[in-house]
């Protein structure tokens, strides 16, 4: 039995197992969620786009003006290592990068900090589970909170401040519905916890373009809806429109496409998934196998 | 020598040295910012208004539904028997309530999760140092980015979402400035990182109400300015009239009032410390001492 198998770490060039993997208390990672991060999928053995998600990475680092003292290829290396010890076929793999501890006693310079880099991988996440998503989620409009707009924290640096996802899941799940989306301060559609969000409009689907993280699964998503003969469009989606749209779907690195039934009281294409919602959910499985999409791990 | 002098934590009943105070990489507290928290300060000996700081952190952990399986009193014990075993006389001592791990793989109900409590402490900190402080400080207000909207993530419960505040810092240390404050989306002042902003106009101190931590700090120069017969108005503050105050101070934890002698290019009180601010920055010390805000500690 090999104790990385649910779950290993990479910290300061060690493999550990995951539940070994901590941060100190006064990191500004924790103190400030002072965190730009990423997170791949490792599919069938191999990374699916790698490449896009480590772009990614690094422009957040640098958006952040954080110095890791590792290149892209020491990335690639460390994630490399990190999965082929766990032995994980499938998983979901964080890069994370933290502002750190500030050595001087009281200091509030972020440039005094110690950036550090890290990576953990687990089983691979389904952010829905896949009988669930199969059949079409719920999903709760926030009422309370709206997302956090994009003059407050760059959305596009993927982080961890999910305070306002946070009140909006709980608000969903005690109303009984899986997951939830929030809107902006303008009222239009965003994102929730993990996730972008997409409405089809006969052959058009729509999805945000600010406001959001551009993420990975979403340029998937558009990418094979062009595939498909779809028109794809990228700007703001106003709650009014999203109630006329024939489908709705969800995007995740942690699972692909899930086709969305009902939000709120709202039943999306007569209560079961869409068809462009699960022809894209097969096409998403198909594409995670393409060769040109994979970097395979070589597992010791 | 003690080697808990420099930095000392509580976590599941031990008390251990603060390098050693660490959690997990996927607890909710990193990954999702889902932490409540409070920091109260230990002076010459006792903590100071106590009952207050932990009346703010139990109200937070109640906002955020989290149950931390201890009692008013024990987290008072904890912390006592902590900063006892740390030896220090004054310091800075947080108490903190995370949302912990979630045991269950994927899952991203937040009601799943091992919500956890632990605390630490330093040497006391003053958030400007002292010296400057005297002299006044100088505050740049952030251009790129916005306070995060209490329509985004509850102000009111002390939280580590401090990726504005990270924003307006690198602003302000780059055009070589103290601190930063952020404004809202209206134009009003808020706050900055760790602090409430005041303003005095005449015999009157003003500062936000909304969109702002309600300080304990803050609390206390209110207090203050009431018992030297000043009037005091919490409302909304517009940058205009901000601009033409007499006098501008800030009120921390981490050092009381901190009196403030620019703001980008305008000055205040002609370069010095007005009055207003001084008068209460001694008073603070004084009231720092006073028998009735003292918890004692008894040491080892």
């Known amino acids: 039995m090999n104790i990385l198998s649910k779950g290993a770490a990479w910290m300061g060039g060690q493999i550990i197992p995951i539940a070994?993997?901590?941060?100190g208390v006064t990191d500004w990672g924790?103190?400030?969620s002072d965190i730009g991060y990423d997170v791949v999928g490792v599919w069938k053995g191999a990374f699916f786009r790698l490449d896009d998600y480590v772009d990614r990475f690094l422009a957040s680092i640098k958006t952040m003006h954080m110095t890791i003292g590792m290149e892209r290829a020491d990335i690639i290396e460390a994630l490399h290592n990190m999965v082929a010890a766990s032995g994980m076929q499938s998983s979901y793999v964080a890069m994370v990068a933290s502002r750190g501890r500030n050595p001087i006693p009281g200091s509030r310079d972020p440039?005094?900090?110690e950036n550090h880099f890290y990576a953990w991988c687990v089983p691979y996440v389904h952010i829905v589970k896949r009988d669930v998503a199969d059949q079409g989620t719920t999903?709760?409009?926030?009422?309370t909170m709206r997302r956090i707009p994009d003059t407050s924290v760059n959305p596009?640096?993927?982080?961890?401040?999910?305070?306002?996802?946070?009140?909006?899941l709980f608000e969903a799940k005690e109303k009984g519905f899986e997951t939830t989306l929030l809107l902006d301060?303008?009222?239009?559609?965003?994102?929730g916890p993990g996730f972008n969000v997409f409405a089809v409009f006969g052959d058009t689907v729509v999805t945000a373009d600010r406001g959001v993280l551009h993420g990975i699964t979403r340029r998937t998503a558009l990418e094979m809806a062009q595939a498909r003969g779809l028109n794809i469009e990228t700007r703001a989606l106003p709650l009014e429109e999203f109630w006329q749209a024939d489908e709705v779907f969800l995007t995740s690195s942690g699972g692909g496409i899930f086709p969305v039934t009902q939000v709120d009281e709202h039943h999306f294409s007569n209560g079961a998934p869409g068809p462009v919602a699960r022809q894209l959910r097969l096409d998403y499985f198909e594409w995670l196998e393409r060769d040109e999409y994979r970097t395979p791990i070589t597992y010791n």
Request: hydrophobic share 30%; glycine share 8%; aromatic share 12%.
């Open 30 to 32: 924790v103190t400030h």
């Open 139 to 143: 999903v709760w409009i926030a009422k």
């Open 20 to 23: 070994d993997a901590k941060i």
């Open 156 to 168: 596009r640096v993927k982080n961890y401040h999910w305070g306002d996802f946070t009140s909006g």
């Open 185 to 191: 301060h303008s009222g239009n559609i965003t994102e």
């Open 111 to 113: 440039r005094d900090c």
